[in-house]
T-cell receptor, first 116, second 114 residues
Framework: DSGVTQTPKHLITATGQRVTLRCSPR?????VYWYQQSLDQGLQFLIQ???????AKGNILERFSAQQFPDLHSELNLSSLELGDSALYFC???????????????FGSGTRLTVV | GESVGLHLPTLSVQEGDNSIINCAYS??????FIWYKQESGKGPQFIID?????DKRQGQRVTVLLNKTVKHLSLQIAATQPGDSAVYFC?????????????FGGGTRVLVKP
C-alpha cells in the first residue's frame, strides 16, 4: 500500500456519460497530480493541485476538470466521454512544503476507465 | 519544452544477466532524476533517484548513472530476475519540490527470459 488511495479501481461507462475519479493523497502531502495512461503508452500529465489550488496544467481536455478539497483529496471529472478516453488514470502525491527537496511522487494503483 | 526520452522501447534479458536501460533528457536545468518501475496493472513505483551533484548512486541490485555532459541517465539492474519484468520510466525535474512537475519518459519494457 503506497498510501495514495484511488477509487474506484474499475469503471465501465457509456459514451457521452460523466464520471468522477477520486484520490486521497499520502498523509501530509499537499500536492496531487493526475496522469492518464492509455494502453501500452507512457504517462501523460493532466493537472496538478497544491494545497487546493491549481498549480500546473498539462494535456488536459476541456471536457476534463479537477479540484482539490480542503481535506486535500482530489477529484478528476471526465464528461462527454468518448471511446478514446478509455485508459488508466493515476493520481500521485508528493512532498508538501514550499521549498522542500523533491523526493518524487507516490502513485496510487490507478482507476481503469473503460468507455463502451 | 523538456523531453525525456528512452533509447530502446523493449529490452529482452536472460534471467541472471545484467540489464542496462538508457535515457536521454533535454533540459540541462534538470537537477533531479528518478527511475520508476511499473508492473502490469499497477501504479509506478519509485526505484532510485539521483541528484545532479552526483554521477552514480547504488541501491539494492540497481545502480543509476548520470552523465550531465551528454544529458544521459542509465539504470543498471544486476542479476535480473523474473520480478524485474516491467516498464521502466526515467523522470527528470527540479530539486525543489513545491510546484514541480516531473517529466516522464516514454518507458522501456524489460522482459526477463527464464
Amino acid at each position: 500500500d503506497s498510501g495514495v488511495t484511488q477509487t474506484p479501481k474499475h469503471l465501465i461507462t457509456a459514451t457521452g456519460q460523466r464520471v468522477t475519479l477520486r484520490c486521497s493523497p499520502r498523509s501530509g502531502d499537499l500536492s496531487v497530480y493526475w496522469y492518464q495512461q492509455s494502453l501500452d503508452q507512457g504517462l501523460q500529465f493532466l493537472i496538478q493541485y497544491y494545497n487546493g489550488e491549481e498549480r500546473a496544467k498539462g494535456n488536459i481536455l476541456e471536457r476534463f476538470s479537477a479540484q482539490q478539497f480542503p481535506d486535500l483529496h482530489s477529484e478528476l471529472n471526465l464528461s462527454s466521454l468518448e471511446l478514446g478516453d478509455s485508459a488508466l488514470y493515476f493520481c500521485a502525491s508528493s512532498v508538501p512544503q514550499q521549498g522542500a527537496l523533491n523526493y518524487g511522487y507516490t502513485f496510487g494503483s490507478g482507476t481503469r476507465l473503460t468507455v463502451v | 519544452g523538456e523531453s525525456v526520452g528512452l533509447h530502446l522501447p523493449t529490452l529482452s534479458v536472460q534471467e541472471g544477466d545484467n540489464s542496462i536501460i538508457n535515457c536521454a533528457y533535454s533540459n540541462s536545468a534538470s537537477d533531479y532524476f528518478i527511475w520508476y518501475k511499473q508492473e502490469s496493472g499497477k501504479g509506478p513505483q519509485f526505484i532510485i533517484d539521483i541528484r545532479s551533484n552526483m554521477d552514480k548512486r547504488q541501491g539494492q541490485r540497481v545502480t543509476v548513472l548520470l552523465n550531465k555532459t551528454v544529458k544521459h541517465l542509465s539504470l543498471q539492474i544486476a542479476a535480473t530476475q523474473p520480478g524485474d519484468s516491467a516498464v521502466y520510466f526515467c523522470v527528470s525535474g527540479g530539486i525543489k519540490a513545491a510546484g514541480n512537475k516531473l517529466t516522464f519518459g516514454g518507458g522501456t519494457r524489460v522482459l526477463v527470459k527464464p
